[in-house]
């Protein structure tokens, strides 16, 4: 029997509609398979240049696709410390400094990488590594790791007729910022952080107070902040800046103090050698060719003076992925991503201070002058030994306990007021000596 014409177009309409639904279905499956991975990054140059390179790993590794939250740095730590705290588990892979790395891992909040020997371990740098370790496990790796260092305009300093030694002394910066100060022609004689913040002006106060003979705490926990070391470096903090650093220094921290460096503006600047990229980079500097690198200033300790960090790539114990996440971090700070950065940016653009064999590239070498000054400021940053004396905490530009955040950050305020003469030398260290007790007091580390 034939059948007739509407049932022949309802059986089609049905035929399809199962298709559709088992195409759908299929699809879905697919998707359903698809591991995504929520990562959680700070909004600087170097990680917004991961993200966009991280298409080559999507595209190597279909069956993984990567959600990005990109965030300031102070709601990053915010963020990602609220939900491993919590056990959220918003995130699969975080971007955490040296400073947290190994207090979240005494908690219990990141899982502890065990990377393939093809990731090469050994080839991060020694102290970079370390810092980023607890008990003798890796719970981070570097994206780009730092000290701090010097820099000069080398067409002033020869005008001035002012030779700069690789290891240069702090006395030594107060004479030529006299020499090189212009401010009527728009040049200020040295810029230093001034802008208040346990990781801004303490994060470049604290070498200071290491290399003048100071510490934060006794081996009792007791804070040392009105002891004659501080009194002296705070002194000379202050008066250097006043009389020879820009107006406005209180509101200068890194980026601010890179944007003054690279118009031109500063005849001199101690911060992090992660800068002297930028400052070599026709694209972003207009002083590229008349930059001259040091070592960071030291006084009296030398070990103190030159700090060290990085920024690192983290699996928090609550990712529901963390073999993913694994890998991702592992592709994200191997050297094959290193060479991926350099093929689409030049040698300059690499993420600096994490593995030796960066240094030892030829390519990198002739792209970067700098490099070896790098290193070296690196590898002499010893975490255990920041101070003269013994002292209770590991840490040189801050200290390795929970608390410092908060202590760093109030002091940090009370020095700024110190530099807009809001308060005498004097009258800030008292105060930050009575505010540090106070909360040492209240969180039970001395009675």
């Given amino acids: 029997m034939r059948m007739p014409r509407f049932a022949k177009i309802l059986v089609a309409f049905l035929v399809g509609v199962m298709l559709a639904q088992l195409l759908h279905a299929c699809a879905g499956s697919q998707a359903a398979a698809k591991t995504r991975l929520t990562i959680a990054t700070v909004n600087n140059g170097d990680m917004v240049v991961m993200q966009g390179l991280s298409r080559n790993f999507e595209q190597a590794n279909p069956n993984i696709q990567l959600r990005w939250v990109v965030l300031e740095e102070n709601v990053l730590r915010q963020r990602t410390t609220t939900d491993v705290a919590s056990q959220g588990g918003q995130f699969d892979v975080l971007t955490i400094g040296s400073y ?246 030049g040698w300059v653009s690499v993420p600096p201070g994490t593995r030796t064999s960066t240094y030892n590239n030829p390519n990198y070498q002739k792209a970067a002058p700098f490099a070896s000054i790098v290193l070296k400021s690196i590898q002499s940053a010893d975490i255990s030994r920041p101070a003269a004396q013994p002292t209770p905490y590991k840490g040189i530009q801050y200290v390795d306990i929970p608390e410092f955040q908060a202590i760093g950050s109030s002091v940090g305020q009370t020095m700024a007021a110190a530099l807009t003469n809001r308060l005498s030398v004097d009258q800030a260290l008292e105060r930050s000596q009575s505010s540090t007790e106070r909360f040492m007091k209240h969180t039970g580390y001395i009675e």
């Fill in 100 to 345: 947290e790395t190994p207090i979240w891992a005494r908690r219990d909040w990141l899982k502890p990488l065990d990377l393939p020997a093809s990731y090469d371990v050994n080839d991060l740098i020694k102290p970079i590594r370390e810092g980023l370790s607890n008990n003798g496990k890796l719970y981070a790796v570097p994206f780009y790791g730092e000290s701090s260092m010097l820099y000069y305009r080398k067409d002033l300093f020869e005008k001035a007729g002012i030779k700069v030694p690789e290891q240069p002394t702090y006395p030594q910066i107060r004479e030529w910022a006299s020499k090189v100060h212009d401010p009527t022609h728009g040049v200020y004689g040295v810029c230093l952080r001034g802008k208040p913040g346990w990781g801004e002006n303490m994060g470049f106060v604290s070498t200071l107070v290491n290399t003048f003979g100071g510490q934060w705490f006794d081996m009792k926990w007791q804070p040392t902040i009105n002891t004659p070391a501080w009194k002296e470096a705070i002194a000379f903090y202050v008066d250097l800046l006043n009389k020879y650093g820009p107006p406005g220094a209180s509101s200068n921290g890194f980026n601010e103090n890179l944007a003054l460096f690279s118009t031109g503006k500063c005849g001199m600047w101690v911060d992090a050698t992660v800068a002297a990229g930028l400052l070599s980079n026709p694209k972003e500097s207009q002083v590229y060719d008349k930059v001259g690198f040091a070592r960071a200033p030291i006084e009296r300790y030398p070990n103190g003076s030159n700090w060290l960090w990085a920024w690192a790539l983290a699996v928090p114990k609550t990712s529901k992925s963390p073999e993913a996440a694994q890998k991702f971090v592992a592709w994200a700070t191997s050297k094959e991503y290193i060479q991926l950065v350099a093929n689409q940016s």
